[in-house]
């Protein structure tokens, strides 16, 4: 069956410009994370989203990061004023709910600001 | 807070050779522990898991243990193939938390053959 999808695969960008990417969850996945994994900080936790409740924002490193998941499903992840810091690959996972559940990732999205 | 450390370094070694990759961990509670693969060009993908103290994890012939008492999951696996070749990923998530994990930086593993 379908996995996780991530669009675009490959972004490049300059540096101030705004940037969306977005992830397609699994078929009832009720849970949707993002993470970041660039060179220096390894696979951060950006920020959790689970059915209709509030996101867990708490990894978010800035205020130019936002994200939002739009009826349960599809999540865009926003980066405004992007900075050569951003420059990392962007990964979305998607799990069933509760504790202990497999998480399946995407193929991620290499984000590389200039 | 959680936090994973892996060993440092690049693993390289021979086919055949026996794979050892070094993980302890920092959490508050009773965490869940994994390792993840991730395969040249491709995504991340789970190895295996194990969610409570002594609980052994095992697929395509690697194994972990979670050990409470050394705060370690450490990954074993005793003949390595040129295809085993990949970045191997520490990680733990609190359970009755919100699942999200925390990874170690991960080893580059490289088998020559």
């Known amino acids: 069956g379908a996995g996780v999808s991530q669009s675009p695969s490959n972004k490049v960008t300059e540096k101030g410009k705004d940037v969306e990417l977005r992830c397609d969850p699994i078929s009832g996945h009720t849970a949707l994370y993002w993470y970041r994994q660039s060179l220096g900080q390894g696979l951060e936790f950006l920020i959790y989203f689970q059915g209709n409740s509030a996101p867990d924002k708490s990894g978010l490193p800035s205020d130019r990061f936002s994200a939002e998941r739009t009826g349960g499903s599809v999540s865009t992840l926003t980066i405004q004023r992007t900075q050569q810091e951003d420059s990392a690959v962007y990964l979305c996972?998607?799990?069933?709910?509760?504790?202990?559940?497999?998480?399946?990732f995407g193929p991620g999205t290499r984000l590389t600001v200039l | 807070g959680n936090s994973v450390t892996q060993m440092e370094g690049p693993v390289t070694l021979s086919e055949e050779a026996f794979l050892t990759i070094n993980c302890t961990y920092t959490a508050t509670g009773y965490p869940s522990l994994f390792w993840y693969v991730q395969y040249p060009g491709e995504g991340l993908q789970l190895l295996l898991k194990?969610?409570?103290?002594?609980d052994k994890g095992s697929n395509k012939g690697f194994e972990a243990t979670y050990r409470k008492e050394t705060t370690s999951f450490h990954l074993e696996k005793g003949s390595v193939q040129v295809s085993d070749s990949a970045v191997y990923f520490c990680a733990l998530s609190e359970r009755g938390g919100n699942n999200r994990l925390a990874f170690g930086k991960g080893n580059q593993v490289v088998v020559i053959p």
């Open positions: 194990a969610t409570k103290a002594d």
């Open positions: 996972a998607s799990s069933l709910a509760g504790s202990n559940n497999e998480q399946f």
